[in-house]
């Protein structure tokens, strides 16, 4: 598998524009650079290599006929960002964004701007990648993806995942089927600090190796318990926003093997979680039981149904208390799929992080813990392995998502 970082050649005939926007791509992981101060754009690709995936060019000057030498460039993923000193007028704008490759940044220069467009063509170049490569090998038929995501922040998505997880290790299925816990939420290292464990290797060390195969993998999971392995970002970890994206990646190995895959993964970060559906056996949608809850879960349900069939989806409405204002039958109703309601236990489950204890381990007859068993059912039935392509919708499914976050 192909490395997922992207090689950055930095151009400019600015020194200290070229030096401020060379200490920016420093800071961001998954990127390295190399930097060409030019005396003419018409020099701009002499400093290429064969392996640069994207060229930045920091535009000092903004005369047309030099704008147009940038056209015989158009094959070459390209982020153009304009200086203060030489804005882009309307017409020039225009011609440069004619250009199919490229990103053009006006002034006043914007880091953050800078690291969107960059991700945005990491993205397009992991799919292009995948293209050539073919987008599926040989998958292993008892491996299964499921994904945990929210209905909107706030939703415990992590620490359910965290708690089937425990519950699907101690079936008698994991004799074949071992279960892996997939940390997506690359900010925190939440399922570290959930599972009390500190991984010997961060998975953003994993993602930066050319090849990911099966020893690689092995090497970095953590085992947090008989049959459950951690793969994921220590408790301290905080990532970019490039390594989320390129979780994906690890799928390609994962599938290789045996076992069930609970993934957490961020809602917040749309894209990767709408690229990710289409692979997956099973979505777990996790809600806050009220009609805000409800209205985002009935935007993402309708994107994943067009992927998935209902019964690869569960629909999880969790704290739901006698102060909650919406039942079950209403969640039915409005959602057109049954619902696992997981009721507050807010003094039992405090109790048992504090202890450094999943709330299932501390308590297994609680009311919290006895409702996760319809989840469980629900992920312990077998569903065929799907065809799907990883390249059909996902513009679409970042729309949607976004609209509901």
Sequence with gaps: MKNTHIRILLTGMDEPLLERGSAFLDAINEVSHRNVLLTSVDNMTTGMQSDDDILVHLLSTSRMDDLASLRGLSTVPMVLIASEGQPLTGQQAARLQQLPCSVVLPPPFDERALLAALDQIHDDLLLQ??????????????????????????????????????????????????????????????????????????????????????????????????????????????????????????????????????????????????????????LVLVMNPDMDGVRRARLLLREALTRLSPDQVTVVANRVSRYTTIDQGTISKALDLEPVMVPADGRGVVRALEANRLPVDSDPRSSFSRALQPLLNSLLAESPVKSSSLLNNIRGWSTAFRSAH
């Design 129 to 282: 990648r995948q293209r050539a490569m073919g987008s599926y090998v040989q998958r292993h038929p008892d491996s299964r993806v499921v994904l945990f995501t929210g209905a909107g922040s706030g939703a415990g998505v992590s620490l359910l995942t965290s708690c089937v997880a425990r519950l699907l290790a101690r079936h008698p299925a994991v004799d074949t089927r071992p279960v892996l816990l997939l940390d997506g939420d690359w900010r925190y290292g939440s399922q570290a600090t959930l599972n009390n464990c500190q991984p010997a290797h961060d998975l953003q060390d994993l993602l930066t190796r050319l090849e990911l195969d099966q020893t690689a993998m092995d090497s970095y999971r953590t085992d947090i318990a008989p049959h459950l392995a951690l793969l994921g970002m220590a408790p301290d970890h905080l990532g970019s926003v490039g390594s989320a994206k390129s979780l994906g990646t690890l799928l390609t190995p994962i599938r290789q093997k045996a076992g069930i895959t609970l993934a957490d993964i961020p809602a917040w970060n749309s894209e990767f979680l709408a690229s990710m559906i289409p692979e997956a056996d099973h």
